[in-house]
């Protein structure tokens, strides 16, 4: 069975980059009929999308937060990563990564079907 | 910016229906999916495609979509059914969230 597992540190300094890796365990990431994502939920709120991802030339980045993110895909080590530069207060929360599906049919996006236990991160002052 | 509209809450007495919407201008013409989140727990994936139930999820739940409105709905409700539920679509490339429904089991 799939599993997801964030990890990274829980504590990053306001101004510096928030780095987090992503460990794909039961299966292997570069399978063709799923992406990646990148979901983080900010204390008592609700979720907020930040990156889908395939490999390095499949990305697509919430534009809110496009100026500051970047992905990547280790495919020898079945992982992949976030890091969001320029972190604030505003950058802490729970975060996600999951399993996006793809329409068998003409490939578009379809639902975040495996997800995470979720790794907090608090950006301090 | 596409925007999906949840009531912030809903209550519902144990083994009644409950009922949640999610109101967007592009939902005719595009899926919805539901997300259950129970407190200091990851999301899980409920119904996807409006109205399909991933394997385990129970007959309970079921999802439907007229018009700009999808629609959760838990039938015989359960204490264990008390979280947060939100809703998502794609606008293309872009996933956008409702701002979620916290559902109460009185």
């Known amino acids: 069975q799939l599993q997801l597992q964030e990890s990274g540190p829980g504590l990053v300094k306001s101004s510096e980059t928030l780095s987090l890796t992503c460990i794909v365990s039961g299966g292997a990431i570069n399978w063709n009929n799923y992406y990646w994502g990148w979901i983080r939920q900010p204390p008592g709120k609700g979720l907020e999308w930040i990156a889908t991802?395939?490999?390095?030339?499949?990305?697509f980045y919430n534009p809110s937060l496009k100026s500051r993110v970047t992905t990547s895909v280790d495919t020898s080590k079945n992982q992949f990563s976030l890091r969001l530069t320029s972190v604030t207060a505003a950058d802490t929360a729970v975060y996600y990564c999951a399993r996006l599906c793809l329409h068998l049919e003409d490939s578009s996006f379809d639902a975040f079907d495996i997800w995470g236990q979720g790794t907090m991160v608090i950006v301090s002052s | 910016s596409y925007e999906l509209t949840q009531p912030p809450s809903v209550s519902v007495s144990p083994g009644q229906t409950a009922s949640i919407t999610c109101s967007g201008d592009?939902?005719?013409?595009?899926?919805a999916y539901w997300y259950q989140q129970r407190p200091g727990q990851s999301p899980i994936l409920i119904i996807y495609?409006?109205?399909k139930r991933p394997s385990g999820i129970p007959e309970r739940f079921s999802g439907s979509s007229s018009g700009n409105t999808a629609t959760l709905t838990i039938r015989g409700t359960q204490s264990m059914d008390e979280a947060e539920y939100y809703c998502q679509a794609w606008d293309s490339t872009t996933v956008v969230f409702g701002g979620g429904t916290k559902l109460t089991v009185l």
């Open positions: 991802l395939y490999d390095s030339g499949s990305t």
């Open positions: 592009k939902l005719g013409d595009q899926y």
């Open positions: 495609q409006d109205t």
